[in-house]
């Protein structure tokens, strides 16, 4: 059982306990960044102190620089069943990858038409577009509802927005507010009926599912390495045919092929390292868990990922609907934004968000930190989805795979205590 196996897992995540102070808490804010994998900090400091030389030259330290780049591409490349390590640009964060492929597409297609995504996706992937509109690029950005009361996308609505003269269709796999998993696989054929190019944000859909890009059909996929358990730096997948059918800004004597061309200026080998650190962490899971990915056909590394990633959903599902019987029982003076329905509990990843009548978001997110040692955030998360709900801000308790039962009653219990 996945639940047996939670010492040794979060015994790979050194402030998972406590934070640098010895200070024991529960840590829930994993969508704003997660902990940090041990092995991927070791890492990176290991790449920064030894192959501090640019790769490229004949010395080994050099060498050793560009092997672990390539490296840490085909960790990337392994946990999205990517069809090789070219097809993975690094970059500074999932925002910089997105205004970058905007502007790529911008040099590239002729102007005209619209771009559909959603109203509960992230600014990240709302704002790259819309400046695509503010140029004049295309006429409109159209935004697919979510079901107010199920607060899962609207498919149908987001079908019939799709049309003849839609230029991209850019979704999140998951919303960072709400909860709710986009069905990608769904979104991707209307989009591909219509000639659209796909773009997914998987940013806060990565760490909690089998993400397939193959299976997906997505032209585009990016996601940050710090809500997977490491630092920094974000990664962008491309079908080989979109990466270099789109001409990205690039400085004259950068290479002509994918996926150098996308990058913008030196490489940092460090990044790469602590990636390939994450691809490793879930090889030793899956062996651990030993799941079938269902429908699967990758062999090796690769299966041994899907099956800790799957193990991981599967984990997850059973703790949102924990958290979702709980909340419940809070009663009414706690409004959850996001699918409710425990025996639903698929629809969704373990990201709760809410706010208790009454109550100051921060007041309370203040009293569950200095009273009960909970560690939740309350914003509004750059969300578009604050919009669509009429609300500023919401309290949000996100977990990752390493949290507990245990960890969730107390949430609950702290959240009763309080209210
Ligand atoms: C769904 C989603 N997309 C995009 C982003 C932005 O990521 P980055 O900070 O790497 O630009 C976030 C960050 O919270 C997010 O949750």
């Known amino acids: 059982m996945f639940e047996d196996l939670l010492p040794e897992i979060r015994s790979r995540f050194p402030r998972l306990e406590y934070d640098y ?119 409109e950005v159209r935004f697919a509802r979510f079901n107010p009361e199920t607060y899962e996308l609207d498919v149908d609505h987001l079908a019939s927005l799709v049309d003849s003269r839609t230029r991209i269709v850019s979704v999140t796999g998951a919303s960072n507010l709400l909860g709710s998993i986009t069905p990608l696989e769904e979104v991707g054929k209307i989009a591909r009926e219509r000639g659209s190019i796909f773009v997914v944000d998987g940013v806060h859909l990565m760490p909690h599912y089998p993400v397939d890009v193959q299976t997906i059909g997505c032209d585009f996929l990016v996601f940050s390495a710090y809500k997977l358990f490491c630092r920094f730096g974000s990664f962008m997948y491309g079908r080989k045919e979109a990466l270099e059918g789109l001409e990205p800004y690039k400085v ?46 990758g062999s090796g590394r690769r299966l041994k990922i899907k099956a800790a990633q799957t193990a991981i959903r599967e984990y997850e599902v059973k703790l949102s609907r924990r958290v979702l019987k709980g909340l419940d029982e809070l009663g009414g003076k706690l409004k959850l934004y996001g699918p409710s329905d425990p025996s639903k509990a698929d629809v969704r990843v373990p990201t709760f968000s809410f706010t208790v009548e009454g109550v100051e978001n921060r007041r309370m997110v203040e009293r569950l930190w200095r009273e009960h040692s909970v560690f939740v955030r309350e914003e509004n998360f750059y969300s578009r989805a604050v919009k669509s709900l009429g609300v500023q801000g919401v309290i949000r308790a996100s977990f990752a795979h390493y949290n507990t039962p245990q960890e969730a009653e107390k949430l609950l219990g702290s959240l009763k205590s309080l209210i």
């Not at 990517?82 to 297609?109: D, K």
């Not at 200026?265 to 460090?270: I, Y």
């Not at 990044?271 to 899956?286: C, H, K, P, R, S």
Request: proline letters at 4%.
């Open 21 to 139: 102070l010895g200070h024991s808490r529960v840590f829930l804010d994993n969508g704003a960044g997660s902990m940090v994998l041990g092995e991927a900090a070791r890492a990176e400091y290991e790449a920064r102190l030894n192959y501090a030389a640019e790769h490229d030259a004949p010395a080994e330290e050099s060498a050793e620089a560009g092997k672990v780049i390539l490296k840490g591409r085909r960790a990337v490349a392994d946990l999205l069943n990517a069809e090789e390590a070219e097809s993975i640009v690094s970059g500074e964060s999932a925002t910089s990858l997105l205004f970058n492929l905007a502007y790529a597409v911008f040099r590239t297609l002729r102007a005209g038409g619209n771009i559909v995504t959603t109203e509960y996706e992230h600014y990240a992937n709302v704002s790259p577009w819309l400046e695509l509109k503010s140029r004049g690029f295309v006429d």
């Open 252 to 297: 004259e004597p950068a290479p002509e092929r994918a996926p150098w061309r996308w990058e913008h200026g030196n490489r940092d080998p460090a990044l790469f390292a602590a990636i390939a650190a994450v691809a490793d962490y879930y090889e030793w899971l899956g062996e651990r868990v030993g799941v079938e990915p269902k429908g699967f056909t």
